[in-house]
C-alpha cells in the first residue's frame, strides 16, 4: 500500500488551556504541534493541518490547511470530513490518517500498525484502542467512507467520531500499554495546564 495522507487536527476549542491555538503551545521549548508532524512526517505522502479557518497561524510548518467546510465549531468530525473531502478532490485515493494536535508522545510506528491492520481489513476503518479505551482520533479513514461522513456531518449535525466509527465496518487495534508507570500512554492528550505539567515531567524522565 502506497503512503496515506494525514491531517492534524488544529480547530478544537482551547478554553481549558485559556489560548486560542493549543497546537502552539510550548513542551519544553517546542509547540506541541512539532512533536506531532515530527513522528508523522516520514510515513506519509501528504500531511495537512485542519483548522476552522484559512490561518496564517501555522505558516512556520510548511502545511497545508484545510479549512472546515462548514462555520461554526462542530468538532473532530468536521476536520475528518473537510480533509477526506479535500483529498477526494485532488485524486488521492490512499487513505487518511487522523490525529490531534496535542499528543506529544504518539508512537513512531502508528502509521505502520494503522496500515498493516487495513491489510487485513479492507475496507474498514482502522482505530486505535489504548487499555480498553477507544481513541477515534487516532485512525485510519479511506475515501470510500466520505458519504457516511458527510451524512453525519452536514445530514445529521454530529461533531463526535466515536458514534460514526462504531457505526461502519471498522477494526480496533489494542495497542500494547506501556510497561513503566514512568512512561506516558502513547495516546496522552494535553487538555488541561496539570496536564501540561504531567507531560514536562515525563519528557524530562524520558531524557535521563
Request: hydrophobic share 40%.
Amino acid at each position: 500500500m502506497n503512503k496515506p495522507a494525514g491531517v492534524i487536527l488544529a480547530g478544537g476549542r482551547s478554553s481549558r488551556m485559556e489560548v486560542s491555538r493549543k497546537a502552539l503551545i510550548e513542551l519544553d521549548g517546542q509547540a506541541l504541534l512539532q512533536y506531532v508532524t515530527d513522528r508523522l512526517a516520514d510515513h506519509l505522502d501528504l500531511l495537512l493541518l485542519s483548522c476552522e479557518c484559512e490561518t496564517s497561524d501555522f505558516d512556520l510548518y510548511g502545511l497545508a490547511i484545510v479549512p472546515d467546510l462548514l462555520p461554526g465549531y462542530r468538532g473532530p468530525l468536521m476536520g475528518l470530513y473537510s480533509a477526506l473531502q479535500y483529498l477526494d478532490d485532488n485524486g488521492h485515493d490512499n487513505g487518511l490518517i487522523l490525529c490531534p494536535c496535542d499528543a506529544p508522545f504518539i508512537p513512531d510506528n502508528l502509521v505502520q500498525v494503522l496500515l498493516d491492520a487495513y491489510q487485513a481489513e479492507q475496507g474498514k476503518v482502522i482505530a486505535i484502542s489504548y487499555q480498553g479505551v477507544l481513541q477515534p482520533t487516532f485512525s485510519l479513514w479511506q475515501n470510500h467512507h466520505l458519504p457516511a461522513i458527510r451524512e453525519a456531518v452536514v445530514g445529521q449535525g454530529r461533531g463526535g467520531l466515536k458514534h460514526l466509527l462504531t457505526s461502519l465496518p471498522h477494526k480496533v487495534v489494542e495497542w500494547a500499554p506501556v510497561l513503566s508507570s514512568a512512561e506516558p500512554s502513547p495516546f496522552f492528550n494535553v487538555n488541561t495546564p496539570e496536564e501540561l505539567e504531567s507531560a514536562a515531567l515525563w519528557l524530562d524522565r524520558m531524557h535521563t
